[in-house]
């Protein structure tokens, strides 16, 4: 990758908004959006704020939190909001926030708010560096201290469940 693909970027270059309406295909027998919909709604926007940071395909490695805080009714605008929090080596901790507006009465309510962490691939898959990513703001900077804490919290519950594992492992291979 050349030096000015790795320059460094601010968390505005990295910003991506979709808005999408509600329609019966996206909904349950209740007439609310799917949870499996909003999900694949939130992957998309949070990818595209990780392909701006990064200029290259990117993957979806965790969705690592989200918060359904109200339902999404049949015939609502949902507007997703997504930005680069951190960036990590080859990955990037992007957050995402979701707003539902009522058509009929204008009301717009905050519906559910996720994080996700995506890798940054090169055509043959392999993970490659992403630039640095510069936080301005104060939100911009509190955002990016939150996104070290809870990559450490991944990485040393990953940690934790490697060791479950091999225990388990290992006392299965004792029984036998």
């Known amino acids: 990758m050349s030096e000015v693909a790795l320059k460094a970027r601010t968390v505005a270059e990295s910003q991506s908004e979709m808005t999408e309406i509600i329609l019966p295909n996206d909904t349950n027998l209740l007439g ?30 965790a969705m690592d939190h989200i ?11 949902l507007t997703l909001k997504a930005s680069v929090n951190r960036a990590f080596g080859t ?9 539902a507006e009522h058509t009929l009465s204008g009301e717009v ?18 993970a490659q560096k992403v630039p640095t990513l510069l936080a301005e703001t104060p939100d911009e900077l509190r955002r990016y201290a939150d996104a070290l804490r809870r990559r450490e919290h991944r990485e040393s519950e990953g940690a934790r469940r490697k060791q479950e594992a091999e ?3 290992a006392s299965a291979g004792h029984k036998k």
């Open 91 to 99: 990955s990037m901790e992007a957050g995402v926030k979701v707003w």
């Open 109 to 126: 309510s905050h519906v559910a708010s996720a994080y996700l962490v995506f890798v940054s691939v090169d055509l043959k898959g392999h």
């Open 32 to 61: 609310h959006l799917l949870g499996g919909r909003l999900m694949h709604f939130i992957d998309l926007t949070g990818a595209l704020a990780a392909y701006r940071h990064a200029r290259t395909p990117v993957v979806t490695a």
């Open 67 to 77: 918060d359904f805080i109200r339902p999404v009714r049949l015939g609502d605008i």
């Open 167 to 169: 225990a388990l492992s």
